[in-house]
């Protein structure tokens, strides 16, 4: 276990991902759990990256490697 948990609120599952957002662009970008806890990230469990939604008219980028 990485030590690090998901981001939201009453999940206790291992974080395995990364949330970012570009507001001025309306993009989140999801990808593998970043090197450090970042104030601006948002880290997510597996079960909460595959449900991931955005704002109507946002793009969501996946990295890759979450796409196994």
């Not at 990485?2 to 939201?8: D, F, H, Y």
């Not at 880290?43 to 109507?56: E, F, G, K, M, Y």
């Amino acid at each position: 276990m990485n030590g690090r948990l998901c981001s939201k609120v009453t999940c206790a599952r291992e974080a395995v991902a990364t949330l970012t957002f570009d507001y001025g662009d309306q993009m989140a970008a999801l990808g593998p759990l970043g090197g450090t806890d970042h104030p601006h990230a948002h880290d997510l469990c597996a079960q909460h990256a595959d449900r991931l939604s955005v704002p109507s008219g946002w793009v969501v980028v996946r990295h890759e490697a979450l796409r196994a």
